[in-house]
């Protein structure tokens, strides 16, 4: 659980840097990588 709670951080923390310069090429990885529940956690 803390392994994934440190991976949400990181990706939020990634989004919240380089998502708003290119949120289109920015959500196409990481919404293939994480499913909808995964990624509703980490936002």
Same mark, same amino acid.
């Given at each position: #659980?803390? $392994?994934? *709670? +440190?991976a /949400? #951080? +990181? ?8 998502g708003?310069?290119? $949120? $289109? $090429?920015n959500? /196409?990885p =990481?919404a293939?990588?994480?499913?909808? *529940?995964?990624?509703s956690?980490? =936002?």
């Amino acid at each position: #659980e803390i $392994a994934v *709670s +440190i991976a /949400g #951080e +990181i990706i939020a923390t990634y989004n919240a840097c380089f998502g708003q310069h290119d $949120a $289109a $090429a920015n959500a /196409g990885p =990481i919404a293939q990588l994480l499913p909808p *529940s995964r990624r509703s956690q980490a =936002i």
